[in-house]
């Protein structure tokens, strides 16, 4: 394995075994909950169906049955949100987002962003509860400074609006996440400008809110 033996972007029986060989070596039950996490957060990002899945189940063997109350479990549960979702695995990724939510609401110190993943799944299947419970949440959460967090609050507000009748209402709020699509710079510094930027541009929920945008 590679220095970075953690972050493997090709996975078999035999990277497996060594990783989780390497992993028991490492001090302390928070070393080794990260390992797993950045593991499965890794095999994700390479956007490979069976690498997708070699990460949940990653997180499913290796993860939620020890290290299920460590500090980095909400992020844990949305990794496998997203891994659920890009296999098209709805009911799970719903499930594990909320399930994120839950520990994030135990734990308001660690935070995952899955909160923003429920509202964003919820537009793009229609399902206005799961909108209006996501937004709840974050109504009473600290606004991100992010672009993409307030680009999926305004589109799932116009989702809302225009389930409710609400033309005007709704083609103001699609107009305002796609205003914050535009944004490449949040103003952080330091450096940080680019975090948080919307790199999506052919998603449903994005086009639903550009169809919203436009009435």
């Not at 507000?157 to 209402?169: I, K, N, P, V, W």
């Not at 083609?171 to 996440?177: F, G, I, L, T, Y």
Request: proline share 3%; hydrophobic share 45%.
């Amino acid at each position: 394995m590679t220095a970075e033996w953690f972050r493997q972007t090709e996975w078999s029986e035999k990277h497996l075994a060594e990783f989780l060989a390497r992993n028991r070596r490492s001090r302390g039950n928070a070393s080794k909950a990260q390992h797993i996490r950045i593991q499965a957060v890794t095999l994700l990002q390479t956007a490979k169906p069976m690498l997708v899945e070699s990460a949940l189940q990653l997180l499913v063997e290796q993860y939620f049955p020890t290290f299920s109350r460590e500090l980095d479990a909400s992020a844990a549960l949305c990794c496998a949100g997203q891994c659920c979702e890009a296999l098209g695995r709805s009911d799970d990724a719903v499930a594990y987002y909320e399930h994120a939510v839950k520990r994030e609401v135990e734990m308001p110190s660690a935070t995952s962003g899955a909160v923003y993943l429920l509202a964003k799944l919820g537009v793009e299947l229609g399902q206005e509860e799961l909108v209006r419970r996501a937004l709840s949440f974050l109504d009473a959460a600290t606004p991100s400074p992010f672009p993409w967090h307030s680009y999926v609050v305004c589109g799932a507000r116009a989702f809302l609006a225009a389930l409710e009748g609400d033309s005007t209402s709704a083609s103001a709020h699609a107009q305002a996440a796609l205003n914050r699509a535009a944004i490449s710079d949040n103003g952080l510094g330091w450096g940080r400008g680019a975090l948080g930027a919307v790199k999506e541009g052919e998603t449903r929920f994005h086009e639903t809110i550009t169809k919203l945008a436009a009435t």
